[in-house]
């Protein structure tokens, strides 16, 4: 049966946001802890440790997103485990996100010089108080504006978790596009919603990144 | 747990999985080449022109980076026939991941010709080169070996994300997966088994992009 | 009529202004040093000789034509305007050869071959023949230098400018610099040479001009000048500048 578009329908769209939003949170800090032993692993003086943390960069950022969403919803229920939309979608949010978080912060990290480390040392700092009262610090200053600008990719990745049925933003426009018929309309309202997100943090990420240049 | 793994059966429908696999090349790498062309017109064009080419431009960039591929895809696909204009599923998807690389490659290009010294540019004009000869002999190539590295990463996050055309029906790489789940019921096989056919994509293709790199820019 | 000549010329940026009303005319053949402290628009001046910057009062002319008029072909004019810049600008992916041999294949339409041998001729005026087919980082400061002067007289200009050619030199490498100029000021090029080389300037300028706060201050015959300054400004700048 074929209804009519309404201001109803734009107002269902908006709210399917907040599950948008949720699940970018739940990405981002899922994907944030795991970004962070990630970035560890990666500036780690241990080889095999170094080397773990390479790979699993390497093999995340080298198989797609959709990939992962379907092995986890699909591919999980093999094994007699009902695997909910929301689980596979946190699961394979946060692994993705990891990889993606981590290597931004293993740069910052890495973008400290070592003089800085050795000047820590020197002062009698163990490995631990160095991160956290001289590397941490600095490499966190550095770390917002790409980790602002990757939330927006990461709001955006959210999109994808419609195909395996996750009720958010673009889900709930396929759904409305199925009950109106009116695609074009529909689609153009789920984008304007994505961009009223997106935009305002581009221009953060932008505003930050430039007084960050201003002040080095 | 009863459960064997069955790769057999994955690997016996590995003639669908080729048609996906070359569909999946076809759209990585035209995307690409018109990607490119969008990028260095678009930058050229913001950074060297009028404000009447430069505004547009920035409307286009940041309307497509900041609204997702896949709606970008379903609004090209299903929304524009209701305006009279329908393409088939693979045209679409030209269409779509085109105009969407070529966004990201503008704002990377951009970054690399703003980093060309102000200087070059006036040695180039004092010398009498007109601004086309200075952008094509002085510019173009220092900037592009400067972005190559963010670029090429780019490209093969493209290619990675050209499985979204698998949700409007284009026979890729990915939508192949599904149909091979479905004669095959082998849900975990089938998608590990694409999920590394996409890894093993991604390093190729860094591995070509390290070579061009060695090929074009690096001296010998 | 003069070949450069300088009219009552006005340069600000923004609100400040760095060219206040000068006037200058140089002769074909002449060799002119300008010197004065930093910000008193020496450079500037001379970037105004090629239009690469746009004045807002006055005229500058070159052999008649009219460089700040908006109708001008800056391109035409530039071929015959030749610049040296302080920082060489060279162009870093090219080989000394191709830096050379860019401007007159593009713009004069001029045959490879013979711009090869164009290119070898010019780096025979300025001592690096064996360089042609070198890559600029390849060289030294004094080298890449030559191959820029180089590169600017394989146009065949009429005119050429210098930006304060030595000053982004090691000291050890500013002489061989200063050789090729005066060979060139042999040659009987016409030459405006912005520049701290105050014996240089005695020893193979015709005329020095000397700029205080965006003025020409004073001017005059080179090595009567500097040794007999008549204005205060000029006698405590050479002062400074010769301790």
Known sequence: MIRELSFIDVLYLIAATRWTLALTAIAFVGGGLVGLTIALLRVSAVAPLRWLGTVYVLVVQGTPLLAWLFVFFFGLSIFGFTVSPWIAAAASYSIYAGAFLGEIWRGCLQAIPRTQWEAGASLGLGLAQQLRYIIVPQALRLAIPPTVGFLVQLIKNTSLAAVIGFIELTREGQLTTATTFRPFTVYLIVAAIYFALCFPLTQVARRLERRLHVAR | MTYSFQFRDVFTAWEFLLDGLILTLELSLVTMVVGLLIGLAGAAGRVYGPSWIRRPVAVYVETIRNTPLIVQLFLIFFGLPSAGIKFDADTAAFIALAINLGAYSIEIIRAGLEAIPRSQIEAGQSLGLSGLQVFRHVIVFPALKLIYPALASQFVLLMLATSVVSQISAQDLFHMASIIQSRTFRDFEVYILVAAAYLALAMIFRLLFAGLYQLVFARR | ?243
């Open chain 3, 1 to 243: 009529m003069s070949l450069v000549e300088l009219s009552d010329v006005v340069k600000r940026y923004g609100t400040h202004t760095v060219l206040n009303g000068v006037s200058l005319n140089v002769e074909k053949g002449e060799i002119i040093a300008i010197i004065g402290r930093s910000g008193s628009g020496k450079s500037t001046l001379l970037r105004c000789v090629n239009g690469l910057e746009p004045i807002q009062g006055g005229t500058v002319t070159f052999d008649g034509t009219v460089v700040n008029d908006p109708a001008t072909d800056l391109r035409k004019l530039r071929q015959h305007v030749g610049i040296v810049f302080q920082s060489f600008n060279l162009f870093p992916h090219l080989s000394v050869e191709k830096n050379i041999t860019l401007a007159p294949k593009v713009v004069k339409h001029v045959p490879t071959a013979e711009a090869r041998q164009l290119a070898e001729a010019v780096l025979r005026k300025v001592g690096l023949a064996e360089k042609i087919d070198a890559y600029p980082d390849q060289l030294s400061g004094g080298q890449q230098q030559r191959v820029a002067i180089a590169r600017s007289l394989a146009m065949q200009p009429v005119v050429m400018l210098f930006d304060e050619i030595t000053s982004a030199l090691d000291p050890e490498l500013v002489g061989e610099v200063l050789k090729v100029l005066e060979e060139m000021a042999r040659d009987g090029m016409t030459m405006m040479l912005v520049t701290h080389e105050i014996g240089f300037a005695r020893k193979v300028a015709n005329r020095v001009v000397f700029m205080h706060e965006g003025r020409i201050w004073e001017q005059g015959p080179a090595a009567a000048t500097l040794a007999q300054p008549r204005t205060p400004e000029l006698e405590t700048f050479l002062s400074a500048v010769l301790h």
